[in-house]
């Protein structure tokens, strides 16, 4: 069941945490540990550490996001 909800919010929950993490880091350490792959690539790590935020993550995301658009609105 958990599966279920979370594969659809994966990209939203990814999108958000890149962005905590942009935010902090440059982008070419980021680039370099995050999504370089090899024996410093922490993708796999990453990804494992962000499955049990998901739901958390993606809903922050929209939040953020209807936010914006509201800011931009008015």
Known sequence: M???????LLPFA???SDDIFLH?????IFDEYIN???AKGGG???IMV???????????YFIYQIKKHRK???
């Open 2 to 8: 958990y599966s279920c909800i979370c594969i659809p």
């Open 14 to 16: 990814k999108k958000c």
């Open 24 to 28: 902090y880091f440059s982008k070419h």
């Open 36 to 38: 370089g792959g090899g």
């Open 44 to 46: 796999v790590l990453y």
């Open 50 to 60: 962000l499955i049990p935020l998901i739901i958390p993550l993606a809903i922050g």
């Open 72 to 74: 931009k609105q008015s």
